[in-house]
């Protein structure tokens, strides 16, 4: 499949260069490419469906293009999150995303891996997991940006989700998701000294005892 | 008595491990299933040893990384040792086959049990981690020197949730 083999370069290269290295008018291209992929891929086998879903995270994510989450979640999309944390919607989950993206603008999704299992009449489900590369540079819940990254010593924040996708109404739908972060990391990124970033986690603890 | 039914399901569960043949994705699923039991369920800890890599590449969430299955085991020690009630219950495993000899598995599960044992946040709360805790696992299985081993792993606790039970 040409098309595929090309996005499969895509993704190679991107990885290697990282994001920032290509020029605006590369970075167009590099995304209208992927966005073709996504519009006309047909999701007949789980190694498409693989190759789809890590184009698609790359332009929510690193092509910053939240709105097409829309494509595949739906207003039904159950997202279970770690303490029992859920969500409900896709609008719920590009607020989330919006929200991310303005904290880590320069973020860069590295794939560590992507596999599926299913076929087209029974749905699929996958297994993804991807690193975070990205530096806290824009506003964030818990104040003004403090410059720090998310990977430290070599070692990264990963994020790990298991998506089941089905066919509703007509249209490819992840239907449910669960997805486990690296929230304390991310929070200590976002706050300035240890004092600060107690007090958020508390907060976030409180959060999760709430619910 | 219940040390009877223990052993000879930790005796099922053994021979089921051990004579394994990886021949095809359900024969995985089921192997991963029932080491997660063994070790979990069980405290059979120890047969991690059996299964994973001396210098098995292992990341957990919050940037943190496990260096080597010695490590591994130290790791679900603490967290026995923390919920003595431990059990592990896999919800879904999704298990791709790359070649004969290499499968990538995702695992996903919720760990039950109740703070009864002493934790890095103090005395044991009582308190349950309920239906809560979820947990993923991404794993790479190989036939290394012809035996199957996890040669990769990426797993990530509800960290916030197990601290937000374990602290007073």
Redesign the interface.
């Known amino acids: 499949m040409n098309i595929s083999m090309h996005i499969s370069d895509l993704i190679e290269k991107r990885n290697e260069t990282g994001y920032g290295n290509e020029s605006i008018a590369q970075e167009v291209e590099s995304r209208k490419q992927m966005e073709a992929f996504v519009r006309d891929c047909r999701l007949e086998l789980p190694e498409e469906v693989a190759e789809l879903f890590e184009s698609y995270t790359r332009i929510i994510w690193q092509y910053q293009c939240p709105g097409i989450i829309h494509k595949f979640y739906s207003d039904d999309t159950i997202c279970h999150g770690e303490g029992g944390k859920k969500s409900i919607g896709s609008e719920t989950i590009v607020n989330g995303t919006i929200n991310f993206l303005r904290a880590f603008p320069d973020r860069h999704v590295n794939f560590v891996d992507i596999f599926v299992e299913g076929n087209e009449e029974d749905g699929y489900s996958f297994g993804q997991a991807t690193r975070f590369i990205a530096s806290n540079t824009g506003f964030s819940r818990y104040g003004e940006p403090t410059g720090k990254s998310l990977s430290r010593d070599g070692e990264w924040c990963h994020s790990i989700c298991e998506c089941h996708l089905k066919k509703v109404k007509g249209r490819w739908r992840v239907v449910e998701e669960w997805v486990v972060d690296s929230q304390e990391a991310i929070i200590e990124t976002m706050t300035k000294d240890k004092e600060e970033m107690v007090e958020a986690i508390t907060g976030y603890d409180q959060e999760l005892s709430e619910k | 008595m219940i040390s009877d039914l223990y052993m000879d399901t930790i005796d099922e569960l053994m021979e089921a491990v051990d004579s394994c043949k990886f021949e095809d994705?359900e024969e995985v699923r089921t192997f991963v299933c029932n080491l997660t039991k063994l070790v979990y369920d069980y405290k059979m800890m120890g047969k991690l040893y059996d299964f994973y890599i001396q210098d098995v590449e292992y990341?957990k969430?919050?940037?943190?990384?496990i260096h080597g299955v010695e490590e591994l085991v130290h790791n679900v020690l603490d967290l026995c040792a923390e919920f003595p009630d431990l059990k592990a219950d896999i919800e879904?495993v999704?298990?791709?086959k790359v070649d004969d000899t290499f499968y990538?598995?995702?695992r996903?599960l919720r760990y039950k049990g109740t703070n009864l044992g002493y934790s890095k946040y103090g005395p044991p709360t009582g308190k349950s981690l309920?239906?809560?805790?979820?947990?993923?696992?991404?794993m790479?299985l190989k036939k290394v020197e012809g035996q199957w081993k996890f040669v990769f792993e990426?797993n990530?606790?509800?960290?916030?949730?197990i601290?937000?039970v374990e602290?007073q």
């Not at chain 2, 969430?61 to 990384?65: L, S």
């Open positions: 994705k990341h969430q919050n940037r943190r990384r879904n999704i298990v791709y990538k598995i995702f996903r309920g239906d809560n805790c979820l947990n993923l696992s991404l790479h990426i990530s606790d509800s960290e916030g949730w601290k937000e602290t």
